[in-house]
């Protein structure tokens, strides 16, 4: 932290089951309050906001190839905060992605 700025507090919570050893689901929840969400020109600079999201994901291992063994996956994120930043960061954000996981066996 940085002399003059506020102290802000952060929570997160995640977890991940694995289910017949082939599927995983995970979740991460996050709270943050932010300060830095907008340029110093803004007259929204400096505020705290509270913004959270919410992702859920899951992973199909593949059988493993030795030492090796590869996972398809995907997750999905919801991101919620105040009305006051709807104009700049629209309604309800959200971004999904599909990925490849490489682990050691």
């Known amino acids: 932290m940085h002399e003059g700025e506020q102290a802000s507090n952060a929570y997160f919570i995640e977890s991940a089951a694995n289910v017949w050893k082939t599927h995983t689901l995970f979740m991460r929840a996050e709270s943050a309050e932010k300060d830095d969400l907008f340029d110093a020109t803004s007259p ?5 906001y509270t913004v959270e999201e919410l992702t859920l994901g899951y992973i199909y291992a593949l059988p493993a190839r030795g030492h090796l063994q590869c996972g398809l996956g995907t997750s999905g994120t919801l991101n919620f905060f105040p009305a006051e ?4 960061y629209g309604n309800r954000p959200m971004s999904y992605l599909f990925f490849l ?3 050691v066996v």
């Open 44 to 48: 929204l600079s400096g505020q705290i």
């Open 85 to 88: 930043l709807i104009s700049t």
């Open 101 to 103: 996981r490489l682990k």
